[in-house]
């Protein structure tokens, strides 16, 4: 795919994800597909260029540096909101699990 193409479609679903305006819960859980579908896909392309020594090759080191920087925080800020919300899930489960031992105990 070409930059120019590339581009076009990373405009189009940005402009698709800023308009999203979720009213109940499948169309949250449809928002959240679609912004992981955009992160994944934008992941792939990010790949695409990182194995490429021809691609690589025309960044600079500071360039490459910031570009470093920013993904460090991404995944930083990502595996953060993962862990909380595998937390309070896991909390959850445990609650449950106990309350159904409390009701079967003779």
């Not at 909380?84 to 445990?94: F, L, N, P, S």
């Amino acid at each position: 795919m070409s930059t120019d193409n590339w581009l076009e479609m990373l405009m189009k679903i940005q402009k698709e994800i800023d308009g999203l305006n979720p009213t109940d819960r499948l169309s949250h859980v449809s928002g959240i597909v679609m912004c992981i579908s955009a992160i994944n896909n934008s992941m792939i392309g990010w790949s695409k260029w990182l194995i490429s020594p021809s691609v690589m090759n025309k960044f600079s080191e500071q360039e490459l540096k910031k570009i470093f920087e920013y993904f460090k925080a991404l995944s930083i800020n990502i595996l953060e909101e993962d862990m909380y919300w595998t937390r309070k899930k896991q909390k959850k489960k445990r609650k449950k699990k106990n309350n159904k031992t409390k009701l079967y105990r003779v």
